[in-house]
Structure formats: C-alpha cells, structure tokens
C-alpha cells in the first residue's frame, strides 16, 4: 500500500466527511474544526443526521447525547430512552474517529493518527453459518484472528456478505474499521473498491491484480505430501476428485506433474478431471462419481480429494460394496471434525487455520501501523494425519508392506 492519502479515494467516492479526509491525511484538526463540520453537515441535507439533530429530536443538550452514546456519567432513564429513540428514529451513527479528534482537542494532546482499534471480517452469509456449527475449519480461523486481536487489544466486527455484493459495507464507508480481513469469494469490482480505502489482509484467497497481500494454505505441498504418502503404500493407480471452485489451489496440476516426475501414466485421466458440484447437487455428482470409480477397469486403488467429497465418497462405496480400505483409499484435505469421526476415520492434511487467522491478523496490523505497506503473501504449511482410510495396495505384486496405516 503507499501512504495514505485522499487519492486513495474513487471519483465521486471522497471521505464521508472532513474528518475521514483528515484520518487518512494525518493531518491535525485545529481547534475550530468542529463548527466547519456542523456548517459542513447543515448545508448537505444528505447527510446522515447529525448529534445535534439528535439532541433537538430528544429534547436535550448535545452534552447529554454524548453521555448517553459514551455511557460515561449517569443519565436517569427516561431521558436515555428518549436519546436511543432520537438515534434510531433518525438512524444516527456515531463517528468514534470524531471523538477521538475532540479528545485529543479538548485534552490538549497532539492528536495521534486516528484510528479505531476495530477490524473487520468480511466474508460470506453461509461461511459465517458454517463456522458457528463448529466444522473446525472456518471456526478455527476466526478463533486465531480473536486471539490474536484480544492480544493487541483490538476488536473485531464481523460482516456478511452475500456473492453479488457490489455495494461498499456502511462500517466501512462510516470510517468504523482501520482495516479488513477478507475470508471466500467476492466479486472483484467490490474488492476493487474496498482495496482503495483502507488496508486489506485475503485469507484462504489471493488476487495477484490487486495491491493487497493474503495468507494461504499450501495446499501444492499439501497434496504432494498426500501423494508421497499413497506412492509410499504403493498406490500407482490413483485419481483424484477436484471442484471447480477449487481451481485456485490447481490440485489437479500437482497431481499430474507428480506422475510426469515418477516417469508413471495417470491410468485414468477422465476421473481426475475437475467437476461442477454445489450444495444442490452434492449427493448426486457425489454418487455418480463412486459408481464409475467403480466401474472403470483397472479400478483405482486410491482417491486424493478433500474432506467434504472423501466422506461422501466413504458412503457412496460402502452403498457399491467396496471396502475402505481394504479395496480402495481414500484421502482427504482440512482434516475437519467429521473427518475424525468418519467411519472409518478418513486420513485427511490438516492446515492450522487458527495459525492462518492470526498471521493474517498479525499481517493486517502491520499494514494499518506503518506507512509502508509491502505487498506479501504468505503460505502457510499443515501435516498429514494418516487415519484408517490409507492403506497399503492389495493390487501392488510389488508391495513390500502390506500393513495399514495407524489411526491418528
């Protein structure tokens, strides 16, 4: 990121207000800078309302708004309630950069950059859903970004979003958070948008045309290990099950430039091909790809895959009579809580998401602490928990080690 500055803004996107231009100039507010604001604020009937325009509705001095905002004097209750209702009726929000600037006036301080010790957490409606039923993936990495933030006594805001969002958050345009964390998919003109205003950390994500950096797993080396792992049980006749949104992590690339490396075909090139597949249509793409594992001659003696689609699969090949795994291995990447508790346990890589949150986290303060701003995009590494779904190939005449891997 370079020095911030008002050319960070879009054309027609300028600062909601005097102060968020002077938050990110640096500049110090003189004195008098809050009667600029209230003529600033009159004179544009756009404008969300105004902490005097609270005090008019509610009947009471601007004083007593703050006090009742801030929670610092006693206020009896009746008049709290008429403020509270004045801010909702007339959707006020109030600007803690602002206050902070009146702080430092009234105090006397040379006014410190300004900043709200507040991040947020972007990402989508359903990946916030899923984290609170605890998958032990997603949970783990808001759990590391908590962690980390209660550390550098900072909080964090959580904010859905939906795919088509195109629309800037109003915590950001309202000037509420020093930056962002950025978790799944959205549509670039958004991240466009956003990357222009304050720092941004991607994780799980990473979009080399934009001047933002990301924390990743690595998950190239990640289905190497997972490879070496099956070749090492001699496995030679392997495929792999990949989604297209996965794409990013070009799994399905390692995997043949691991068999071009051991000078050995991929035997069944149609099966590794990546797939469409959605929540909608989970069980039956899941279903149609255990029956022609099946079916194809000579069957595959092993399935690299992620958690999600390896325990379909455990289902799907106990329904065709195939054993795991006896007749067929399976593997899995997240090593998620179902993953432990599959029937059998599914070998799975496991990443450290917490480890991911908080570097990210980590990363992000950086950016919002220092002028310069590098650009850096980290990798992140896990291990491999070998379960009772790997196991040595029946199939091998060369097999040395007939033995299963132990559960982990």
Request: aromatic residues 8%.
């Amino acid at each position: 990121f370079e020095t911030p500055s008002k050319d960070r803004f879009l054309e027609g996107d300028a600062p909601s207000s005097p102060y968020g231009a002077m938050a990110l100039t640096k500049q110090r507010p003189p004195i008098f800078f809050g009667n600029l604001l209230l003529k600033h604020v009159l004179m544009n009937s756009s404008r969300p309302a105004g902490i005097r325009a609270v005090a008019k509705h509610a009947g009471v001095s601007v004083a007593t708004v703050s006090r009742v905002i801030n929670n610092s004097d006693p206020v009896s209750g009746g008049i709290r309630f008429r403020v509270l209702n004045a801010i909702g009726q007339l959707n006020y929000h109030p600007q803690p950069l602002f206050s902070q600037v009146f702080r430092d006036c009234r105090s006397g301080r040379p006014s410190s950059p300004l900043r709200t010790r507040t991040i947020g957490f972007l990402t989508h409606d359903w990946l916030l859903r899923k984290a609170q039923h605890d998958d032990g993936y997603y949970s783990r990495v808001l759990a590391g970004v908590q962690q980390t933030c209660l550390q550098n006594r900072y909080y964090v805001t959580l904010v859905g979003a939906t795919p088509d969002l195109v629309e800037i958050p109003s915590i950001i345009l309202e000037n509420r958070i020093d930056g962002l964390l950025v978790e799944g998919r959205l549509p670039v003109k958004l991240l466009q948008l956003l990357v222009r205003r304050l720092p941004i950390v991607f994780i799980d994500n990473t979009y080399p045309d934009l001047p933002a950096s990301s924390v990743m797993p690595d998950v190239r080396r990640a289905t190497r290990e997972v490879l070496t792992h099956l070749w090492q049980l001699d496995h030679r006749n392997l495929v792999t099950f990949q989604a297209v949104d996965c794409h990013r992590y070009d799994c399905a690339h390692v995997f043949r430039d691991f068999f071009e490396e051991k000078n050995h075909p991929v035997i069944h090139p149609h099966l590794c091909e990546e797939q469409s597949i959605d929540t909608a249509s989970h069980a039956t793409v899941m279903a149609a790809y255990a029956r022609q594992v099946a079916a194809a001659r000579p069957r595959p003696t092993a399935v690299v895959t992620w958690d999600v689609y390896g325990i379909a699969l455990l289902t799907e090949f106990r329904k065709l009579g195939l054993r795991v795994p006896e007749d067929i291995s399976v593997t899995g990447m997240d090593d998620t809580t179902q993953a432990r508790l599959a029937t059998p346990p599914l070998t799975s890589y496991r990443f450290p998401m917490d480890e991911m949150g908080r570097s990210a986290t980590e990363l992000l303060f950086q950016h919002i602490e220092t002028d310069q701003r590098p650009v850096r995009h980290l990798l992140i590494n896990g291990m491999l928990a070998a379960r009772a779904t790997s196991a040595a190939c029946n199939d091998a005449p060369f097999s040395a080690n007939k033995s299963t891997t132990g559960a982990t």
